[in-house]
């Protein structure tokens, strides 16, 4: 499975972004990740089918994520972005069956993209 990512870019503090990954073919679960300088890479938001999703507490009430099946595309909408926002962002996804937990865990995943910067100054 490819993973293409795109979206990325700097933004100022409260500002947002729409970062968006296009897979190759049917991903049932995917996700965005990021890491940061000196940081372990890091769940951010995870969705199964265009159902379930999960969301790291630290972007709950301002990220979003969406998947549509029919483009095999997955977004991430990033509204009142801080700083601390500022990462590499990752798009991964899962093709075989394990359940309908949108799992933040990166072990999860074993298709990744390239990632894209992400940078918010004030």
């Known amino acids: 499975v490819q993973l293409e990512e795109s979206g990325g870019g700097s933004v100022q503090t409260g500002g947002s972004l729409r970062l968006s990954c296009v897979a190759s073919?049917?991903?049932?679960?995917m996700a965005w990740f990021r890491q940061a300088p000196g940081k372990e890479r890091e769940g951010v938001a995870a969705?199964?089918?265009?159902?379930?999703?999960n969301y790291a507490d630290s972007v709950k009430g301002r990220f979003t994520i969406s998947k549509d099946n029919a483009k095999n595309t997955l977004y991430l909408q990033m509204n009142s972005l801080k700083s601390e926002d500022t990462a590499m962002y990752y798009c991964?996804?899962?093709?075989?069956?394990?359940?309908?937990?949108?799992?933040?865990?990166?072990?999860?995943?074993?298709?990744w993209g390239q990632g894209m910067q992400v940078t918010v100054s004030s």
């Open positions: 991964a996804a899962r093709v075989q069956f394990t359940d309908w937990r949108p799992t933040l865990s990166k072990d999860e995943y074993p298709y």
């Open positions: 073919e049917y991903t049932y679960k």
């Open positions: 969705i199964v089918q265009g159902g379930p999703t």
